[in-house]
């Protein structure tokens, strides 16, 4: 049971680019997350998906996109890679929409230059 | 829109007891947690109040007072790897909203 395993753990970018950070999970949560958090701050929703086929924009979905075609994975999209977007991006899911624990991947450290 | 607001440092020696205060503002309001984060690692769930009162796990405690939007982290008998970040999140519908963090440093 591996938990919420996120790839890559680490990245740069150029300007402009694009690229698909990885999210899967193993232990059949209908509910998954992702959050960016910035330095010294909080983490903020950027979407959320209540099940397969199903995502909903968070707090700052600008500039990402999301699909959801499986229980087990939901990918980040970031098109058109800006400076604003370096961050950790963080991956989450929840056996039900409104328990109190969510399961956090480990994290993926992203650099746009 | 949702609001917490909670101390952004505390420091404190091994052996002592912290309390971290929380208050929020939401549009919507299930329960308050509380999540860990050690400096470059996820976020790990602590602490969950839905009702008001006190919940306790091991040094850990937590408290809701849900008439005054407002609750706390109690951490006693502090260890050197209690040294982290703690953040308070509300759930509304099925998001969580986080505060800012407060960043404990316990000194030998």
């Known amino acids: 049971n591996a938990g919420v395993t996120q790839t890559p753990k680490f990245r740069i970018l150029k300007i402009g680019q694009s690229m698909t950070l990885q999210c899967a999970q193993d232990?059949?949560?209908?509910?998954m997350y992702w959050y960016r958090q910035d330095p010294g701050m909080g983490l903020k929703l950027i979407y959320y998906?209540?099940?397969?086929?199903?995502?909903d924009k968070g707090e700052v979905p600008n500039g990402y996109n999301v699909s959801r075609s499986t229980t087990e994975d939901f990918p980040l999209r970031l098109e058109l890679a800006a400076p604003s977007q370096t961050s950790v991006y963080f991956c989450?899911?929840?056996?039900?929409?409104?328990?109190?624990?969510?399961?956090f991947g480990p994290g993926t450290r992203l650099l746009v230059l | 829109g949702q609001s917490l607001e909670q101390p952004s440092e505390v420091t404190a020696v091994e052996g002592a007891i912290v309390q971290i205060n929380c208050t929020y503002q939401?549009?919507?309001?299930?329960?308050l947690s509380w999540y860990q984060q050690h400096d470059g690692g996820a976020p790990t769930f602590l602490s969950y109040?839905?009702?008001?009162g006190l919940e306790e796990t091991g040094r850990f405690s937590s408290f809701l007072s849900r008439s005054d939007s407002y609750g706390y982290l109690l951490l006693q008998e502090l260890q050197m790897k209690d040294s982290a970040s703690y953040f308070c999140?509300?759930?509304?519908?099925?998001?969580?909203?986080f505060g800012a963090g407060t960043t404990v440093t316990v000194r030998a």
């Open positions: 989450a899911s929840s056996r039900q929409g409104n328990q109190e624990t969510q399961y």
């Open positions: 232990m059949n949560h209908n509910y």
């Open positions: 998906s209540v099940g397969a086929g199903i995502t």
């Open positions: 939401t549009s919507g309001f299930y329960g």
């Open positions: 109040n839905a009702l008001d």
């Open positions: 999140a509300v759930i509304d519908d099925y998001k969580l909203s």
